[in-house]
């Protein structure tokens, strides 16, 4: 069974950092395509970032490029998104992805 567990969430002021962590078990990371996927209050779900097993990285939307990165570490079955000089509009619920499997989310507040 995939599972997928974000964490690293929380609330920051408008310019500030976080970093947030993808657990992943049940299934091969290390073979597996991922991404990061948000929700906004009220919209739908953006693509973020990709990533596929063997770190090629592609990006879905421009308003975070530049300011997020995505990685992983397949040794730790662990995904990353290092998200900076975060901005009002990155308020949404984030969460990684494989395949159609996503887990619960990890809440991002930006907020003064």
């Known amino acids: 069974e995939v599972q997928l567990v974000e964490s690293g969430g929380g609330l920051v002021q408008p310019g500030g950092s976080l970093t947030l962590s993808c657990a992943a078990s049940g299934f091969t990371f290390s073979s597996s395509d991922m991404k990061w996927v948000r929700q906004r209050p009220g919209k739908g779900l953006e693509w973020l970032f990709g990533i596929s097993s063997g770190g090629v990285v592609s990006y879905f939307l421009d308003s975070v490029k530049g300011r997020f990165a995505i990685s992983r570490d397949n040794a730790k079955n662990t995904m990353y998104l290092q998200l900076n000089d975060l901005k009002i509009e990155d308020t949404a619920m984030y969460y990684c992805?494989?395949?159609?499997?996503r887990g619960q989310g990890t809440q991002v507040t930006v907020s003064s």
């Open positions: 992805q494989k395949g159609n499997d």
